[in-house]
């Protein structure tokens, strides 16, 4: 569990829009690889069974072309996995949805209803369990 200064000033609303903060991970003394490996589809799980973590590639934008440097497993959970059927299964742990939601949009932060719609989930309720006292996978308030 982690509790910070400024989690505590900020009063999530269904608008707010939350992320993955991949930083959590390190500080809790958790293995972000590891987790991101079990979202990968059965294609995937073999080849990137020995990936070296942080192993960056390219993405590039679809929209602007903008090329940027981003983790390998990111970006094939971002741009392949999570399009397979099944990868939003309605039987998923609502924290394990909602982060792969989060996955599947390349982390761009979301807000609740957005994410609701995705998981045709109650957003009160995707919003009492991401802005409660403990951090659930890394996700955090999008605060700037």
Known sequence: MESSR???LVRPSLDTKFHIDFAWWDR????L???LRS???SEHQASYE????????DRVDP????????????????SHCSRQPGFLAPDSSLINAVFRVLLAHANVPLSTLEIAEQLHRSAPMILRTLSGPQVYKGIRPDVQ
């Open 50 to 57: 020995d990936w070296e973590p942080g192993r960056l590639v």
């Open 39 to 41: 979202h990968l589809c």
């Open 63 to 78: 929209e602007t072309g903008e090329v940027t440097r981003v983790d390998g497993i990111l970006e094939v959970l971002a």
């Open 33 to 35: 690889q590891t987790y």
């Open 6 to 8: 400024a989690r505590l």
């Open 28 to 31: 809790n003394d958790q293995d």
